[in-house]
């Protein structure tokens, strides 16, 4: 296997605290726990500065701020975890630095603090132009906060936009997604990621579809509205790189991108996963165990399991997977690993093999799991 670890990696921070847990959501995410806020920067800090002396202070080109609510921070937090990154990571000067913020809790100071910290890039969960949805999904925000939103981080300097919309949500209809994407684009965003709804066991939501008080629009209306997705987006000059993601020319995320394209990352706080030289790396889920120290598990990852993960991962891609990119790294022609399982996905047009990268249809793209299920 091929050495990586000459290559900039990607850094990621997560952030778990949240004005008011969302009602489908079943990240490591804490509402009522601002107090830890202190302690959780000071254990950042010293995570990032101890995993980067162990891993020789890599240079990086990417950096990812997700949680929670990063905007929930106040500024001064925010400054320290930057300038922790920066003292113990070579950053690129053009690195692609993303902040995932809510609206209605992005403020002018804390805009400002991105700016000054060279963030060069806003992810924004705007999920619904309709109050009924919005409140329904438990978000604290209203449409007219989403734009407020917008206005503060272009005050600020941050131009490079991407909105988070979601599609398949109870009640929800392909009209209001078209109303969804028409206020999004309104926003002059240069990128929107399109997600279904995944209902999670053992949260309000699945409880409210469990019992009978949330009906969800069924698989035929969310392919209509991932369609609608595909057609408004593509008319507007945005390409689908991603089975969720559409950007303008040269605006994809290119965190996300090498994280598809199983390239090295470092994460940092509860929760945050991590791989770097074919080791997987998880941190302890609870904010409570993360705060006490608690060590993270790891797994060494073994060829076999590293190629699968490359096809499941690049086959999000809408490029899908080099040839000769999978042979540098593994040593193995891809065809010669997978071609006999692939066949039939080949055959019936669930997969594509062109200009040496195998990728799937769009129509594959609509039964990914049965394709990974063939070479699993």
Known sequence: MSEQKNKPLGLYVHIPFCARKCAYCDFASWSGR???????????????????????????DTVFFGGGTPSLLPPDAYRAIARALRDSFDIAPDAEWTVECNPGTLTAAFADALAESGCSRLSMGMQAAQPRLLQSLGRIHTPEDAAAAVRIA????????????????????????????????????????????????????????????????????????????????????????????????????????????????????????????????????????????????????????????????????????SESDFEARYGARLWDVYGARLAPALRDGRLLRRDGYVRLTERGMDVMNSVLLLIL
Not at 50 to 55: F, I, L, S, T
């Open 154 to 321: 272009r005050a600020a300097g941050i131009g490079n936009l991407n909105l988070d919309l979601m599609l398949g949500l109870p009640g929800q209809t392909a009209g209001d997604m078209a109303e969804t994407l028409a206020a999004a684009l309104a926003l002059s965003p240069q990128h929107l990621s399109c997600y279904a709804l995944i209902v999670e066991e053992g949260t309000p939501l699945a409880a409210r579809v469990a019992r009978g008080e949330a009906t969800l629009p069924g698989e035929d209306a969310d392919r209509e509205m991932y369609g609608l997705c595909r057609d408004t987006l593509q008319k507007r000059g945005f390409h689908q790189y991603e089975i969720s993601n559409f950007a303008l020319p040269g605006r994809e995320c290119r965190h996300n991108v090498n994280c598809w394209k199983r390239e090295d990352y470092l994460g940092f706080g509860c929760a945050a996963h991590s791989l770097y030289a074919d080791t997987r790396r998880a941190n302890p889920r609870g904010l409570d165990g993360y705060l006490e120290g608690d060590p993270p598990e790891t797994e060494r990852i073994g060829p076999e399991e590293a190629m699968f993960e490359t096809m499941m991962l690049g086959l999000r891609l809408t490029r899908g997977v």
């Open 34 to 60: 601002q107090a830890d806020i202190p302690r959780y920067i000071d254990a950042l800090r010293a995570e990032i500065a101890a995993r980067a002396e162990d891993c020789g202070h890599p240079a990086a």
